[in-house]
């Protein structure tokens, strides 16, 4: 256990964020202050410290970072119309943060940042030798915010998750609804892709954070096996006690079906999951990565099965009415 710990979180109202806030106190930290822009979400019934500030706020960050022994860094922006909105966000932000750190005397800074870096590489699976060609927006931002911190003395280490799902994530929500209506949507000719259950990418941060070995490293933390998109099919249909049928969309369709995504999403104000940036990440970016690594250093490992974590990923949609 470890006792008397005090942590600083950004990004835990979110979804990963708010799982990681969760295993936090299960893991014994006496504090954990967490940045909030507005609404507490989903930690709102949770003993926390509620910090009200932006990573824009120097002074808010003094304050809130004060006798702070880990930082943890999620708040992030995973999709946005414009270069410069992701850039603030990921890189501006980041940089703040590190700011304020410097004066803090922390003992490590966690800071997740995404398989989406790699982008496009000639390798299958990435581990953490695989160069860096980002095909997105996205990716060239967590890559510059990647950059900025390897400059810094700080004690800092990166991670990055593949694809994350679990209980309160919207993104993958899309593919589960799909299948409950009888259709399973995948990309033609695609090797599968990592995934990791949010619950034990949130354990994995920790183990990463408070291992004395980590310091200045990267990491990616995903399952230990790549998953096919029919044992994704198969996993969703027994949760959901529901038969679909796999669709199959042609390469050629997938960057006019994310504008079309995006054009529809224009008229309802939001920026879908799957837009032009999104489409041209499946088409060219590297899905699948190694956490070999992780587990030889610290003792990394994902527990759950695919069938535990979609079963229980579903159960939670059931219940609150997201399914």
Same mark, same amino acid.
């Given at each position: 256990m470890a006792m008397g710990k005090t942590a600083f979180v950004t990004g835990g109202t979110g979804f990963v964020g708010s799982h990681l806030v969760e295993a936090l106190l299960q893991h014994g930290y006496s504090e954990i202050r967490c940045l909030i822009r507005s609404e507490p979400k989903w930690l709102s019934n949770l003993n926390v410290s509620h910090v009200y500030g932006t990573l824009d706020d120097p002074v808010a960050l003094k304050r809130a970072l004060k006798g702070v022994e880990y930082i943890y860094h999620l708040g992030a922006l995973t999709r946005a119309k414009t270069w410069s909105m992701l850039y603030n966000a990921n890189v501006e932000a980041t940089t703040n943060l590190m700011r304020a750190a410097v004066d803090a005397n922390v003992s490590k800074i966690c800071v997740a940042s995404s398989l989406a870096v790699v982008g496009k590489s000639g390798e299958l699976i990435a581990d953490e030798s695989t160069p860096c060609q980002p095909v997105s927006?996205?990716?060239?931002?967590?890559?510059?915010? /990647?950059? /900025?911190?390897?400059?810094?003395?700080?004690?800092?280490?990166?991670?990055?998750?593949?694809?994350?799902?679990?209980?309160?994530?919207?993104?993958?929500?899309? &593919? &589960?609804?799909?299948?409950?209506?009888?259709?399973?949507?995948?990309?033609?000719?695609?090797?599968?892709?990592?995934l990791v259950y949010v619950k034990d990418l949130a354990r994995g941060i920790i183990q990463a954070t408070e291992s004395p070995h980590t310091v200045g490293k990267t990491y990616y933390l995903g399952n230990h096996k790549v998953i096919s998109w029919g044992a994704l099919k198969r996993a969703s249909e027994n949760a959901l006690n529901k038969k679909s049928r796999m669709v199959h969309v042609p390469r050629s369709l997938i960057?006019?079906?994310?504008?079309?995504? /995006? &054009?529809?999403?224009?008229?309802?104000?939001?920026?879908?999951?799957?837009?032009?940036?999104?489409?041209?990440?499946?088409?060219?970016?590297?899905?699948?990565?190694?956490?070999?690594?992780?587990? /030889?250093?610290?003792?990394?490992?994902?527990?759950?099965?695919l069938e535990e974590g979609i079963q229980e990923t579903i159960t939670w949609y059931r219940k609150h009415r997201w399914l």
């Open positions: 927006m996205y990716g060239w931002s967590k890559l510059a915010m /990647e950059n /900025e911190l390897n400059q810094s003395s700080l004690p800092i280490i990166i991670l990055r998750p593949p694809a994350v799902y679990g209980p309160r994530d919207r993104d993958l929500l899309t &593919f &589960f609804s799909a299948v409950n209506r009888g259709i399973c949507v995948a990309p033609r000719r695609d090797h599968g892709l990592s960057l006019p079906l994310g504008s079309i995504s /995006e &054009f529809t999403g224009k008229l309802s104000r939001n920026y879908p999951p799957l837009n032009r940036e999104k489409a041209r990440e499946i088409l060219h970016a590297t899905k699948q990565c190694s956490s070999r690594k992780a587990q /030889e250093e610290f003792g990394y490992t994902s527990h759950t099965s």
